[in-house]
């Protein structure tokens, strides 16, 4: 494929508001960074140390798992795993109850730190009248782990979709992706706008707009990007005493802030799946390599990718469906004002009752929502059929002139990432040595210190939902009117 078979994109409109955005960079994202970056260590080593006090025995331990396609619930019987070459390397997994070439793709991306297994209410739901397909995205279960951060930057993220659509045979798709997935997907609708024909997106904002309202509030829910940023401690939060971890977040409902609200969201056994995805050698640092990637490229030591900022500026003219929790703990719904501007057919949902997990907290509404958006919004079959033309744009030649330009781009951010990369690393060993011999002297405070700083956090969460439930009104009737003029636009 000539890149305009796929991106279609030149001479789309640029979004007015997003003009000036960009990632920040320069000296003062660094200095920033720096100052938080130790609050950062100390609270997670403090973390940490409570856990191995606890249970110094089996904080270590990890129990092995057998997860066969025999382990999944009976009504995910007949889903299969399918690979997907994206780049020489790299093979994704995909998970589909096999190709219908007659009827629509539905691309589903799951985000952290989940895998394909996420979607499963929805696959359920949706595989009789569509071809569905969930991928394990890059590092996740199965799915290839290259190694090193810069392999986990937007480019590479958004060129893996398309690369398995392509590999699917489709010259159109409609992707349905959450948290990072969301992230990823409406990269790849600005990438890739001739590709995506419908955009479906849950908890997860357009990254530009969250940069460019990057309110105080959103900026204390993100503090775990920064745990996410230091070497080894953030891995060992997600994986030590078998995972813990996992169950704390699946199961936390009624305890845990950052858990899905609904008591019975998951199961023991799909605690059970979860872990054994995500404890896959390498698997937790790939995840984790995606908020490693965004920061140093918001810390100036990455640089983003012309194409990608290109694509986060560009309108989207492709229904865009926009799916929230309005008890997100992590990602504010004010990454949502002026959205219309950005995807003017947009439709927004915020669910009353819903956390983060949307899918987990509310998939019967999702399924209607998802339904009611797809049949309000119906693609053509026959387009996708008419595939000798663009599955050879799509397939092999595309691919590799996708990879051409994917490895010269590669070769250079590699190189900068490398010595950026060694840069932080040293920045954060630094910290992190620190943080250890204060640590050692003083454990208590330590707790004391993390506690408060845990407290600060929650204050300023607090003090900011008033202005934020004062803009969810808004939205609303925002949403609203958007929905009454929906038809007209029809
Ligand atoms: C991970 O991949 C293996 C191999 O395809 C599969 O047996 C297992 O069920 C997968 N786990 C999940 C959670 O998808
Ligand atoms: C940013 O979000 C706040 C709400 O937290 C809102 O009051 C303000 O208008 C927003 N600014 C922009 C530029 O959207």
Not at 226 to 249: G, I, K, Q, S, Y
Request: glycine share 6%; proline share 6%; aromatic share 6%.
């Amino acid at each position: 494929m000539s890149s305009t078979a796929c991106n279609g994109a030149a001479g789309a409109p640029e979004v007015a508001i997003l003009k000036g955005v960009r990632y920040p960079g320069g000296l003062r994202s660094l200095l920033i960074m720096a100052a938080l970056l130790p609050l950062a260590a100390l609270s997670l080593l403090a973390m940490l140390l409570r856990d191995l006090w606890r249970n110094p025995r089996s904080f270590l331990s990890s129990r092995p798992r057998r997860t066969e396609l025999a382990d999944l619930p009976p009504e995910l019987a007949g889903v299969q795993p399918v690979g997907f070459d994206t780049e020489p390397g790299v093979r994704l997994t995909g998970w589909t109850f096999g190709p219908r070439p007659s009827r629509p793709l539905l691309l589903f991306l799951h985000g952290f730190p989940e895998c394909w297994y996420s979607w499963r209410d929805q696959l359920t739901h949706l595989k009789d009248r569509y071809e569905v397909v969930a991928l394990d995205m890059r590092g996740y279960n199965k799915s290839s782990k290259p190694a090193g951060i810069a392999a986990y930057d937007l480019e590479r993220l958004t060129a893996d979709v398309a690369a398995v659509a392509a590999a699917l045979g489709r010259s159109r798709i409609t992707l349905v992706a959450h948290d990072w997935g969301g992230a990823i997907a409406w990269a790849v609708a600005g990438r890739y706008p001739g590709l995506v024909e419908r955009l479906a997106v849950l908890a997860a904002p357009q990254w530009f707009m969250y940069l460019r309202n990057l309110t105080l509030e959103q900026a204390a829910r993100s503090y775990y990007f920064l745990w996410f940023l230091l070497p080894v401690l953030p891995e060992l939060l997600l994986l030590h005493t078998d995972a813990h971890f996992m169950e704390a977040l699946w199961l936390g409902a009624g305890k845990n802030e950052f858990s899905p609200r609904r008591r019975g969201a998951c199961t023991p056994q799909d605690v059970e799946i979860y872990k054994a995805a995500l404890q896959e050698p390498g698997s937790v640092t790939a995840a984790l390599n995606y908020y490693r990637a965004t920061l140093l490229t918001e810390a100036g030591l990455m640089k983003p990718h012309p194409e990608v900022v290109a694509a986060l500026r560009r309108q989207l003219d492709m229904p865009v469906l926009v799916v929230w929790g309005k008890h997100d703990h992590a990602l504010c719904l004010t990454n949502n004002i002026d959205i219309d501007q950005v995807a003017p057919r947009v439709r927004l949902h915020v669910l009353p009752e819903a956390s983060h997990w949307v899918q987990a907290d509310a998939p019967e509404r999702l399924n209607a929502i998802l339904d009611q958006w797809l049949a309000d919004n119906p693609v053509s079959p026959t387009e996708h059929l008419d595939t000798a033309a663009a599955a050879a744009a799509a397939g092999n030649g595309g691919g590799s002139g996708l990879q051409q330009r994917g490895a010269a781009a590669a070769a250079a951010v590699t190189a900068a990432a490398g010595s950026a990369g060694k840069a932080a690393a040293a920045v954060a060993a630094g910290v992190t040595s620190q943080a250890v011999t204060v640590a050692e002297a003083a454990q208590e405070k330590v707790v004391e210190v993390a506690e408060a700083a845990q407290e600060k956090v929650a204050e300023l969460a607090a003090a900011a939902q008033a202005a934020v439930e004062a803009a969810e009104e808004g939205l609303r009737s925002r949403a609203k009117k958007q929905q009454q003029t929906q038809p007209a636009s029809e």
